[in-house]
């Protein structure tokens, strides 16, 4: 008796759970703008090494305030100069066999005028900077270029969607539900080392090629079929 009551639950539970799936059509729409940035994030650090842990950490922060007061000269708005991190510990030579005091410290600057990207970076390389971290180009209107990138997505759902139908020959109804998936997803520009590029009406070098960065968003959209 007890088989039979159980087995009859278990039909039920699945009877239950058949009938709660939505009947549809699924997909996956993907929206891309490629845009052209407009500012340039650069994280520098400065590494100090010796024998006391005293000498090197003033001698990093002897370099950093020289290069903060070089950006403020160069009015660099210091909401968009930021320390990174700040590091002080001991690195084993093997050769001495003895110990080294490094002292490290990153900073992020982020230019909102491209033009002034080589002035910057030749500027903090001869003040002491002796690390390039990342160069990497973003954009200032990104959130403008992700909702573009999400309507793109939808559309492009809704016409996977419509295909699939005509193909099964079904009437495409309204979406059941809809998931964004990596809404805040972009691709920047991203550049670890400068690269030499010269011109060929001018013998001026120009050490990056700003290009152009994607703005991606996806969504899984699932659409109601009218006429099942």
């Given at each position: 008796m007890k088989q039979i009551i159980l087995a009859t639950l278990l039909f039920v539970g699945v009877t239950t759970f058949a009938q709660e799936q939505p009947v549809g059509i699924q997909v996956t729409g993907e929206g891309i703008v490629k845009v052209v940035p407009d500012q340039v994030l650069i994280q520098v650090n400065v590494n100090k090494e010796g024998k006391s842990a005293k000498e090197v950490k003033e001698a990093t922060d002897n370099t950093v305030d020289t290069v903060l007061k070089y950006l403020k000269k160069q009015k660099i708005d210091k909401n968009n100069v930021q320390t990174e991190y700040v590091t002080l510990g001991k690195s084993y030579q093997y050769q001495t066999k003895s110990f080294n005091f490094v002292s490290r410290q990153s900073i992020s600057i982020l230019l909102t005028d491209l033009s002034k990207y080589d002035e910057i970076m030749q500027g903090v390389?001869?003040?002491?900077?002796?690390?390039?971290?990342?160069?990497?180009?973003?954009?200032?209107?990104?959130?403008?270029?992700?909702?573009?990138?999400?309507?793109?997505?939808?559309?492009?759902?809704?016409?996977?969607?419509?295909?699939?139908?005509?193909?099964?020959?079904?009437?495409?109804?309204?979406?059941?539900?809809?998931?964004?998936?990596?809404?805040?997803?972009?691709n920047g520009v991203q550049v670890y080392r400068a690269m030499e590029m010269t011109t060929v009406n001018s013998s001026q070098k120009e050490t990056l090629a700003v290009g152009e960065m994607e703005v991606k968003a996806n969504v899984n959209v699932n659409f109601s079929i009218l006429n099942l």
């Amino acid at each position: 008796m007890k088989q039979i009551i159980l087995a009859t639950l278990l039909f039920v539970g699945v009877t239950t759970f058949a009938q709660e799936q939505p009947v549809g059509i699924q997909v996956t729409g993907e929206g891309i703008v490629k845009v052209v940035p407009d500012q340039v994030l650069i994280q520098v650090n400065v590494n100090k090494e010796g024998k006391s842990a005293k000498e090197v950490k003033e001698a990093t922060d002897n370099t950093v305030d020289t290069v903060l007061k070089y950006l403020k000269k160069q009015k660099i708005d210091k909401n968009n100069v930021q320390t990174e991190y700040v590091t002080l510990g001991k690195s084993y030579q093997y050769q001495t066999k003895s110990f080294n005091f490094v002292s490290r410290q990153s900073i992020s600057i982020l230019l909102t005028d491209l033009s002034k990207y080589d002035e910057i970076m030749q500027g903090v390389l001869e003040l002491g900077i002796n690390g390039i971290n990342s160069v990497n180009f973003i954009s200032s209107e990104i959130d403008k270029y992700e909702s573009e990138a999400r309507l793109k997505a939808i559309k492009n759902a809704k016409q996977k969607a419509q295909q699939y139908a005509t193909a099964l020959e079904v009437k495409l109804g309204s979406p059941i539900s809809m998931q964004d998936v990596n809404s805040s997803n972009f691709n920047g520009v991203q550049v670890y080392r400068a690269m030499e590029m010269t011109t060929v009406n001018s013998s001026q070098k120009e050490t990056l090629a700003v290009g152009e960065m994607e703005v991606k968003a996806n969504v899984n959209v699932n659409f109601s079929i009218l006429n099942l």
